[in-house]
């Protein structure tokens, strides 16, 4: 019989969970100190901002939504991008992310990174990227690759 990590979890005493917690909270704290990320790389690629919402109505009636998108940009500078090398990806506006069948900027996007021409992707959420393990597995894969 096997037991799902949900229904296991539940069967564990507050106090362990809560040890499980700080050990694993542990590990990521060790493993962050030994993550170098050079930036000067980075920076000598595009940093992107992925806009999107899921309908034509959402385009319209979640106007701070977007305002909170289209600031990412402003953040992309603070991190180091010159203005020149921030793009914008709004084409995408009003599709879902239930795939990237009929979203051709995002499908572009993946293929920018797998040419190592994006060293940064900016997204107000992760929904905003992608909605399935299926579209988001193989970008974070290019991006491991890539050193993005």
């Given at each position: ?23 694993v909270a542990a590990i990521l704290a060790e493993i962050s100190h030994e993550v170098r990320v050079d930036h000067t ?108």
């Open positions: 019989m096997s037991l799902d990590p949900a229904d296991l979890w539940s069967t564990l005493t507050p106090a362990l969970r809560r040890q499980i917690v700080e050990d790389s980075h920076l000598a690629r595009k940093a992107v901002v992925y806009i999107r919402q899921s309908t034509p109505h959402q385009v319209v009636s979640n106007q701070e939504s977007l305002r909170l998108q289209y600031a990412l940009r402003q953040r992309a500078r603070e991190l180091g991008w010159r203005e020149a090398a921030i793009d914008v990806i709004d084409a995408d506006l009003g599709l879902s992310a239930a795939s990237i069948a009929q979203r051709n900027r995002f499908k572009e996007l993946v293929g920018r990174v797998g040419l190592s021409e994006v060293g940064l992707i900016l997204s107000i959420d992760v929904t905003r990227l992608v909605r399935n393990c299926t579209d988001w597995y193989p970008l974070l894969d290019i991006l491991v690759y890539v050193g993005a």
